[in-house]
Every structure is written in C-alpha cells, then in structure tokens.
C-alpha cells in the first residue's frame, strides 16, 4: 500500500489508512463503509451533532458517552464504532468527516472504482444514469463509476459532471451565458 500517500495525506489520512487496513484485514471494508455512510449521514442530518463533533469544550470523556450512544441507536458496531471511539479518545473528533471521506477514497481507489457528481435540472431516468455511468466508464479506462445526482432547477438543462478534478459544464445556464457574452462583445 505504497501509493496510499498520494491517495490521502496528513493526520486525517493517517486514520483512515489505520481504519482501512484493519478493515481489509478483517475481510470488513464493505461493512465499515455502509456504517461510516450511517455515521456521515447522521452528522449531515443533524446541527446539533455538527457542532458536537467539532467542538473542543467537550472532554473526550463526554464526546465519548456521548458518541456511544448515538453509535448505539445508529446500529454501527464493531471496527467502524471502535475507530469512532477511538478518535473521540484521542481528541479528533474535529476531524472526523475528513476521515470520513479519506477512507472512501481508499476504499473506491483498491476497487477500482470512481465517483462522478451529476447536477442536473430536474431527475435523470434510470436509463440515462445507465448510458452516463457508461460513458464515463469509457472516459476513465474502464473503471466502474458511481454517481450521484444533484438536482438544480437553476442550470436550466443540460448537466454538469465533476469527475475526480475535472469538471465538465454543459449546462444551458452556462450555454447561455457563454452567448451573453459574445454578443455583448459584438454589439
């Protein structure tokens, strides 16, 4: 796992490498992705929770009665509830949705996998997912492609497709701004 440098990087990174090679070990990654999903998910939910885990007032002794019973209700358990445990032990709670996200870009990266950010003006069928997931499958050598789909009335039509670093805008919005533009200049 050499090239796990170049996937994440500092503190955050560090944890989810811990995290990802105990999980792999144990035959786990699947299972610790769906229940740190479960734990990303709460987070997003809820402000309060927001603010709980990026606090430093809280003592590592309260973040940690607290975290267990919300890990408890949540129903994540095992490696991915100790992990959690242990970074509210160590004080980095703070850290914890880059940790988060760190692990996942492992995770996609040994399964050959890559995520792709859809915006679209209104939902696409399930056939289009289909021929876009396999449009970008070709894009990138191969690779399987999950994508997830936001929905802006605003772009108006077309989509806009965030792939890795890159970012491709075919949206009508920009479509039309672009025109906006040139006949200003014309005029």
Do not use: C, W
Not at 60 to 89: C, H, M, T, W
Not at 95 to 114: P, Q, S, T, W
Request: glycine content about 6%; cysteine-free; charged content about 25%.
């Amino acid at each position: 796992m050499a090239q796990d440098a170049t996937i994440v990087s500092g503190m955050a990174g560090r944890y989810a490498l811990a995290l990802y090679e105990l999980a792999e070990e144990e035959g786990l990654t699947d299972k610790v992705a769906a229940d740190l999903a479960k734990f990303a998910a709460l987070i997003a939910e809820s402000a309060d929770l927001q603010r709980f885990v990026k606090s430093p007032l809280h003592s590592a002794e309260e973040q940690l009665n607290a975290l267990d019973s919300i890990l408890n209700r949540a129903g994540v358990s095992g490696v991915s509830a100790n992990f959690l445990k242990l970074v509210a032990q160590k004080r980095r709670l703070f850290a914890v949705a880059e940790m988060l996200d760190n692990f996942h870009k492992l995770l996609d990266y040994y399964k050959g996998r890559i995520r792709a950010e859809v915006t679209v003006a209104e939902p696409l069928k399930d056939r289009h997912v289909e021929a876009l997931k396999a449009a970008l499958a070709e894009l990138t050598g191969g690779k399987s492609v999950e994508i997830t789909t936001k929905i802006d009335p605003e772009i108006i039509g077309g989509l806009i497709v965030k792939l890795g670093s890159r970012m491709v805008d075919a949206s009508l919005r920009t479509k039309l701004n672009s025109l906006r533009a040139r006949m200003k200049e014309v005029g």
